[in-house]
């Protein structure tokens, strides 16, 4: 990633109204996917890393649409993901920066930026495990 790119995305990422991460990754123990918010502490399972990704993205969407619509964060970011999934989450970051991708949440109350936009939240997910 060039250095004017990393520099737009930072640019991108500050400007999120609430940007978040997701971890997907299998439970060995349980034996199934399991994805992880880290800031907010969502979780879900399911069969396959697809699946779980589809539900994180329609949970963090009605989270984050009832928030916008009552304006008030209380509990929102009280109980995030345990440290252990966040340490894993960097681990992952440093080792595979390249393979971060990123889950845009349509909300279900829009809201207008200062330049006409809409507002949008982004998730950057990072699996794994495939």
């Known amino acids: 990633m060039s250095e004017e790119t990393a520099s737009k995305n930072m640019i991108d990422w500050a400007s999120q109204l609430f940007p978040m991460r997701a971890l997907a990754e299998y439970d060995e123990k349980y034996g199934f996917f399991v994805a992880y918010c ?3 502490g ?12 589809d539900m994180m993205k329609e949970l963090l969407e009605d989270e984050v649409s009832r928030v916008m619509k009552s304006r008030n964060l209380t509990n929102f970011f009280s109980t995030p993901a345990p440290f252990e999934v966040w ?9 595979r920066p390249s393979e971060i991708s990123e889950m845009l949440l349509d ?8 330049d006409g936009r809409p507002s ?3 998730v950057a997910v990072l699996k794994a495990a495939a």
């Open 38 to 40: 880290l800031e907010t």
């Open 42 to 53: 969502s979780v879900t399972t399911g069969d396959d890393v697809g699946t779980v990704l």
């Open 87 to 95: 340490e894993r989450w960097e681990k992952l970051a440093q080792e």
């Open 107 to 114: 909300l279900k109350v829009p809201k207008v930026s200062k």
């Open 120 to 122: 949008s939240t982004r």
